[in-house]
C-alpha cells in the first residue's frame, strides 16, 4: 500500500469511528468574532462562532525550488495532482500545482523570483500516522532517504504523548510523521 493510501485510510477510519479532532477544531473551539481589533476581526468570546463557516484545512502552501521534481517526489510517497496553475507576476509566471498527499492538499509554488521565507512561514507541516515505524519504512521504500534524526523521537509527556520523525521535500520542506500515544 502507498504511503497517502496508508495514511488516507487511517483518517478515513478515524472519521467512520467518529472522531471530529482536528487541529483547527481545537484552535477556534468556542472561541468567536467580537468585532473589529486593532488590525481588523479579532478572535474571542463574542457574536461570529467561527466554526459556522470554517470547512477546515484548505491547503498548506510549500515553495519549491524545481515543481516538477517536488511533484515527483510527493507522486512517489502516493501523492496526486490534483490541479495546475500560473500566476503573472512582475517577475515572471508564478507555477502553482495542487497535490492531494496524507489526507491534505499541498499548494506547490515555485515563484520566479527570490522565494520569500521570512517570518510567517509555515517551518513544517505533519502527516498524522496510526503506525510510525510502518509508515517510516513507507517513506524509505519509496526511495526518500532524508529523516534528519537516524531515530525517531518518542516524547511520552508531550500533548498526551507522541512519537515523531521528520525527513524533507526536495525543497528542504520538513515534513513530520506524527502518532498520538
Do not use: C
Not at 518518542?154 to 498520538?180: A, D, K
Request: zero cysteines; aromatic letters at 8%; proline letters at 5%.
Amino acid at each position: 500500500m502507498v504511503i497517502a493510501e496508508a495514511f488516507g485510510a487511517s483518517l478515513l477510519e478515524g472519521r467512520k469511528a467518529g472522531w471530529q479532532f482536528s487541529w483547527a477544531n481545537a484552535l477556534t473551539q468556542n472561541f468567536k468574532m467580537s468585532g473589529e481589533g486593532p488590525s481588523g476581526p479579532s478572535l474571542a468570546m463574542g457574536e461570529w462562532e467561527m466554526n459556522e463557516h470554517a470547512l477546515g484545512l484548505g491547503h498548506v502552501a510549500v515553495y519549491t525550488r524545481d515543481i516538477e521534481e517536488s511533484i515527483a517526489f510527493y507522486e512517489r510517497l502516493g501523492g496526486a495532482v490534483k490541479g495546475r496553475g500560473a500566476v503573472p507576476t512582475q517577475e515572471g509566471e508564478k507555477k502553482l500545482a495542487l497535490v492531494a498527499f496524507g489526507g491534505i492538499t499541498l499548494e506547490l509554488i515555485q515563484s520566479p523570483g527570490d522565494m520569500p521565507m521570512g517570518e510567517g512561514n509555515v517551518p513544517h507541516f505533519a502527516i498524522l500516522v496510526d503506525d510510525l515505524d510502518a509508515a517510516a519504512a513507507a517513506v524509505r521504500a519509496a526511495g526518500v532517504e532524508t529523516f534528519l534524526t537516524p531515530e525517531k523521537k518518542v516524547l511520552p509527556g508531550l500533548f498526551g504523548g507522541v512519537q515523531n520523525w521528520f525527513f524533507t521535500g526536495p525543497s528542504g520542506e520538513q515534513i513530520e510523521l506524527l502518532q498520538m500515544l
